[in-house]
């Protein structure tokens, strides 16, 4: 689905690498776009450095003695290389982390509300953000006074992401919001996705392992491994690309998951010098 995209970059992640507890480099060099309005999706396996960077952008390295040692990060022309998770959230990026954390002991309407605590646009605005909620999320309308802790993964996941709204923030990050779904909750929590960016013109960064439903709701995405960038492009595009499709989607003729560093003819298209 194509999006109109502006040009300028909401968010502009240039040239970054991360290290943990000041030797452990995890990410060398990483850049990345994401236009205001558009939907960007950061693919790649387990470990190839996407949760890293998601932390990177959302200030929540520190706590676990990670650090940007070069490069920049600015959101909204701000630049916010290495600064906290709460300065970031008052910017208007606001993440969804992996694992649906929820508060199990509070209700889903309260955990709801908790996302307003950092808003300082006057309660009418979020009595009418929290009415819209559940109109985004019928399902949970069913389920208020439930402890978050006795519902469903999708469930969960649904609360977790109503929550981030209530923030109203201008660019949201989800990461791995397929992770331990049926398939049936993957496409519904996807559509929801699609339609938060377009009802709300909410800018979405969504990092994810499926890549074949990322790339269906996306309009640009970048491939990650070891740390690095190895590929991007539309959306489309990537969708059709073979080398995607053989080694990332796992759709092979001889079977097997191959990395792309083994594919030698393939030339990594720099964008960045």
């Known amino acids: 689905m194509e999006h109109n995209v502006p040009d300028r970059p909401l968010l502009e992640v240039n040239n970054i690498e991360v290290v943990y507890n000041d030797i452990i480099q995890v990410l060398r060099g990483v850049s990345l776009n994401v236009p205001q309005g558009s939907i960007v999706a950061l693919l790649g396996t387990n470990g190839a450095g996407k949760t890293t960077t998601l932390r990177a952008i959302s200030g929540l390295l520190k706590p676990e003695n990670g650090f940007i040692r070069d490069g920049y990060i600015k959101f909204n022309d701000v630049d916010i290389t290495n600064r906290l998770g709460t300065h970031i959230v008052r910017q208007g990026a606001v993440m969804v982390p992996e694992g649906r954390r929820v508060f199990k002991h509070l209700t889903v309407d309260e955990n709801i509300r908790v996302g307003s605590i950092t ?11 929290h009415t819209q909620m559940y109109k985004h999320f019928p399902r949970l309308s069913e389920i208020t006074n439930r402890m978050a802790g006795y519902c469903s993964g999708g469930e969960q996941q649904m609360i977790a992401i109503a929550r981030a709204l209530m923030a109203a923030p201008k660019m949201l990050m989800l990461d791995e919001p ?10 519904e929590i996807f559509r929801n996705i699609e339609v938060i960016n377009q009802e709300l013109n909410t800018t979405i960064l969504v990092v994810e392992q499926n890549a074949k439903i990322a790339l269906q709701i996306s309009d640009y ?22 080398d995607v499709k053989e080694f990332y989607m796992g759709i092979t003729q001889g079977g097997g998951r191959k990395s792309f560093k083994e594919v ?7 964008r960045w010098m």
């Open 119 to 129: 808003r300082t646009d006057g309660s009418r605005n979020i009595r009418t953000d």
């Open 178 to 187: 397929s992770l331990g779904l049926a398939p049936l909750l993957v496409k």
């Open 221 to 242: 995405a970048y491939i990650m491994e070891s740390g690095k960038i190895v590929m991007e492009g539309p959306s489309k595009e990537l969708q059709d690309n073979p």
């Open 264 to 270: 030698k003819s393939y030339k990594r298209r720099k």
